[in-house]
């Protein structure tokens, strides 16, 4: 899968303000505002009522653990992946390498080689199970109060 192919499965991609992928590391950076979003897209028919309806607590767990767990399995020679999303006046960051998250969950990313297992093994159980998603949300996203 190439670059422009794992960004179209990823939760948010619209948000995407900035990815950058070098030899083994990507970097994932959302809007940290509307009107950031809106300055770099002033086409976009997407209001601040839509912005800041899309990023429920759901989506941001969703946001941090699907993709980055994503590009891990599916983006060639990735070994690490960041990324950070700033909502309101929150902070979230993720810096996961497939070691750490294959060893938290007893099995490698890379034995879900087709989409088939990767939805049957991870998404459906981590991703769209609550206890599960907020399990690694927990473990692995720091969360910081950012005052103005």
């Known amino acids: ?56 607590k759901v989506t941001i767990q969703k946001i941090m653990i699907s993709n980055s767990a994503f590009a891990l399995r599916f983006l060639p020679s990735t070994k690490s992946v960041s990324i950070s999303l700033k909502f309101t006046d929150t902070l979230y960051s993720v810096e996961l390498n497939e070691e750490k998250l294959s060893e938290f969950l007893s099995f490698s990313l890379s034995s879900l080689y087709t989409k088939e297992l990767w939805f049957e093994k991870f998404s459906n159980v981590y991703i769209y199970d609550k206890k599960n998603r907020e399990l690694l949300f927990n473990q692995f996203v720091k969360v910081e109060q950012q005052t103005a």
Do not use: A, Q, R, W
């Not at 991609?13 to 990815?19: L, P």
């Not at 300055?39 to 028919?45: T, Y």
């Open 1 to 56: 899968m190439n670059e422009e192919e794992l960004i179209s499965y990823m939760t948010g991609k619209t948000f995407i303000k900035v990815f950058t992928k070098n030899e083994s590391e990507l970097l994932i950076e959302y809007y940290s505002n509307f009107s950031e979003y809106n300055e770099h897209n002033p086409e976009s028919n997407v209001s601040e009522s839509d912005y800041n309806d899309f990023f429920t």
